[in-house]
Structures are given as C-alpha cells and as structure tokens.
C-alpha cells in the first residue's frame, strides 16, 4: 500500500526555509518590491518580533551601507590604475622615441619598459583581488582616510558659516 505525499510529514530547519521562502519572493514577478508594511506584515506571519525584524533590518541596512563603501573602494583603485597605466603608456612611449631616435635602436629603454611594467603588473594584480588581508588594510586605510576628509571639511564649513 503507497504511502501518499500528504501523509508524509515535512520538516525544514531554518536554512531550507530561507532558501524556500527566497526562491518564492524571487518568483513573485508582478511585484517587484515590497513596501514596509508589507516587510511587517510578512514577519507577523512568520511569527517574528517587531524588534528582531527592526534589529536585521539595522544589520541589512549597515551591510548595505559597507557594501557601498566597498564598491567605491573598488572604483577608487580602479580608476587609480588607469591614472598608472596612462602614465605607463606615456612614459615609456616618450623613453622608447628618444631611445630609437639618440641610438638608432631599442636598448636601455626596454629595460626600464620591462621593470616598470612588471611592477605595473603587480599592482594590477593587487587592485583586482578583493579578498584578503592587504586587501582589508587597504581599504581600512581608505576608509579612514575619508571619514577624516569628510570631517575636516564639516569642520571647515561651519568655521566658515559662523
């Protein structure tokens, strides 16, 4: 005698029923966000305290904001290695010329092209690793150093607004 689906009882630890519940929400194409009461109304459902629901809505919300932060870390070193490379490819272009043209061949100027280049390479490969323990340092150096530009400007607009 089969025994039928509906009289097998389920069971889901919490993980399988995050990952459930985030596969549904993704499905629900006709409503592409969600307002907050309807966050609200969802977590009642669930059977979630408003204050843990205020609570992970705090952390998400914190995340986010480091998730940003990070992605502008990105673009800034990013943008710092075009700066390095235009500066590689001008350079070099202008040691190469004036060696062909003072020796009638290229020869030191491959050295420094090599060298300058290799270490061009490194720091390519550094500004694309986003893990890592000098990848942390740089960017909490970064950080820091923006929160003290922002707070030396704030501080310098309301001596000048006073």
């Known amino acids: 005698m089969p025994i039928s689906e509906t009289q097998i009882s389920r069971s889901y630890n919490q993980e399988d029923i ?14 592409a966000e969600f ?3 309807q966050l609200v109304e969802i977590a009642t459902e669930l059977d979630i305290s408003p204050e843990s629901l205020q609570l992970a809505e705090q952390e998400w919300q914190s995340k986010q904001g480091e998730l940003r932060h990070r992605q502008d ?7 710092k ?12 272009t202008f ?3 004036l060696n062909f043209l003072s020796a ?14 290799l270490g061009l390479g490194l720091k390519t490969w550094n500004t694309y690793q986003f893990q890592g323990e000098e990848y942390e340092k740089a960017f909490q150096q970064w950080h820091r150093q923006k929160k003290f530009k ?3 400007s704030t501080l310098f607009n309301r001596l000048l607004s006073a």
């Open 18 to 31: 995050q990952q459930i519940l985030h596969l549904a929400i993704a499905r629900q194409v006709h409503e």
């Open 35 to 37: 307002t907050h009461e």
């Open 73 to 79: 870390f990105n673009t800034y070193r990013r943008h």
């Open 81 to 92: 290695l075009k700066q390095h490379l235009g500066k590689y490819a001008i350079a070099n």
């Open 95 to 97: 040691l190469i010329v």
């Open 104 to 117: 009638g061949t290229l020869s030191w100027s491959l050295y420094i092209l090599l060298l300058w280049g």
């Open 150 to 152: 922002q707070s030396v």
